[in-house]
């Protein structure tokens, strides 16, 4: 699939054969770029895109993986040339290979990538990629070299785009503007190359292991291989080539530094996690993992993954065996812990998964995945006003959350709380960008509050903010 513009398939080409002082900063366009697409513009952009793929695409609702992609994003920003970092992590559930950047800080994650990116080093490469794209403009400086600038044209663009991301459809975007499939042409191979050395010097600066972009160059040319006939789409789009995987690690060749990270616990453990996510007949998966054990009675990422696996199967007492011994090597790791309190909530015992979360949530307060697990165990057990406010609280920093929403909606319905269950579930629908859902929703929530002036106001305030987004698509 073409991702249009930037937002462009996790198959980079690369070409770096570049200093290691190569300068990263933007070209000098004085003010042409910002005056065809301003930061805000792209802002408007990228929530339109946003809009589009949450009501059309199948994502991962992990709060455990979320967590762990949206820290790596942001602490790889960091050594990007990225002004704004408020990101937005979007994680598809799709077991193919992919990543994408969109305008405004949008940062796309296919679960497949973690399949493919065989440590942390791998993966990073792909990220630093796509920030590149962002820090560089990619998109902007595309529209300035097109012929149509026009912004409603951009955002028909940007719907179309959603769509192929969101289906996994290589011939949705062509419902787009014939520039636009003429511009990603000729544009993409050049804005790639300045991707592929923006990102590498940054993944170093990262301090990752440089010759990391060369062995994802190898895991995509063995996919390539593995292929037969059926090659990906983005493979097609942008085949590798044993060249290219040389240039790769010459490149690495040439970079002296002391730093050598490659993998991170973390990372093992959300690799694993997405193995048994993805493993296509679940209760086989023990068999599996424990084949892959024998092999590997070391691997970290394969123990964890058997326990899973071992708890979809009903055999908790197993699964908790191999979680505890692993918690005893990594006492303080989060990911274990939640793990843990999954298990024994999964078995029917609420009242030892609470008192595991509730002593990591003293040190690590209000942590994501922590708050919405101790949410669901608090609505295991019946107590669904405390789950309601874990799960709000947990939206004061994380408000353009559609996971959130729902499930709050789902827990008001569950506690009779019929006007609040009304309003979380038009908050919902207005992130997925469906006004009219959005606005029956807070029609049915209006009609409860008769009697209660101060929450009527409110809800009249949002029905006349919902009606003014419907008339501005409807060009009224």
Do not use: C
Request: charged fraction near 20%; avoid cysteine.
């Amino acid at each position: 699939m073409q991702k249009l513009f930037y937002i462009l398939s996790v198959s980079i080409i690369l070409s770096i054969n570049a200093e290691p002082d190569l300068d990263l900063s933007l070209p000098e366009l004085g003010d042409r770029v910002s005056g065809v697409v301003s930061n805000d513009q792209e802002k408007i952009i990228g929530n339109e895109f946003l809009k589009q793929v949450y009501s059309q695409a199948p994502l991962i609702s992990d709060p455990l993986i979320q967590e762990y992609s949206e820290l790596l994003v942001y602490r790889l920003s960091e050594y990007s040339q990225v002004k704004d970092r408020n990101f937005n992590v979007l994680l598809i559930d799709d077991n193919s290979l992919n990543a994408f950047a969109a305008p405004g800080g949008v940062i796309g994650i296919n679960g497949g990538l973690f399949l493919n990116a065989q440590n942390e080093g791998q993966f990073a490469s792909v990220i630093t990629h796509e920030l590149a794209h962002l820090s560089q403009r990619h998109f902007a400086r595309n529209i300035l070299n097109s012929q149509d600038n026009n912004i409603a044209s951009i955002l028909v663009m940007v719907s179309a785009v959603a769509a192929a991301v969101a289906t996994n459809n290589p011939t949705a975007f062509m419902a787009g503007p014939a520039f636009l499939q003429q511009q990603s042409l000729r544009y993409s191979r050049l804005f790639e190359r300045e991707a592929d050395r923006v990102g590498f010097n940054n993944l170093i600066n990262a301090e990752y292991d440089p010759s990391s972009m060369g062995e994802m160059f190898e895991q995509m040319a063995k996919l390539r291989r593995l292929a037969g006939d059926k090659i990906p789409e983005f493979l097609l789009t942008h085949p590798i080539s044993s060249s290219r995987v040389t240039d790769a690690f010459n490149a690495a060749d040439q970079v002296e530094t002391p730093f050598n990270t490659k993998n991170s616990l973390n990372y093992e453990f959300i690799r694993g996690r997405l193995q048994i996510r993805y493993e296509d007949i679940p209760l086989n998966s023990v068999r599996k993992m424990k084949g892959l054990l024998e092999k590997d009675p070391y691997s970290n990422e394969n123990r964890y993954a058997l326990s899973l696996a071992y708890k979809i199967s009903g055999q908790h007492k197993e699964a908790l065996k191999i979680i505890n011994s692993l918690i005893i090597e990594n006492p303080k790791n989060l990911i274990l812990v939640n793990t843990k309190a999954e298990i024994l909530l999964d078995e029917g015992k609420s009242e030892d998964a609470l008192e595991v979360v509730n002593i990591f949530l003293n040190i690590s307060p209000k942590n994501y995945p922590l708050s919405v697990l101790k949410a669901k165990i608090l609505a295991y057990d019946k107590k669904l006003f405390a789950a309601e406010e874990l799960i709000r609280d947990q939206l004061l920093r994380r408000n353009n959350d559609p996971y959130l929403w729902l499930y709050l909606s789902e827990v008001q319905r569950d506690s009779k709380n019929v006007i609040g269950y009304h309003q979380s579930r038009a908050e919902y629908y207005l992130l997925l960008g469906q006004y009219e859902d959005a606005l029956n929703q807070l029609q049915f929530a209006l009609k409860l509050t008769e009697s209660n002036f101060q929450v009527s106001e409110s809800i009249m305030t949002k029905i006349n903010s919902t009606r003014k987004s419907i008339k501005g698509l409807r060009g009224q």
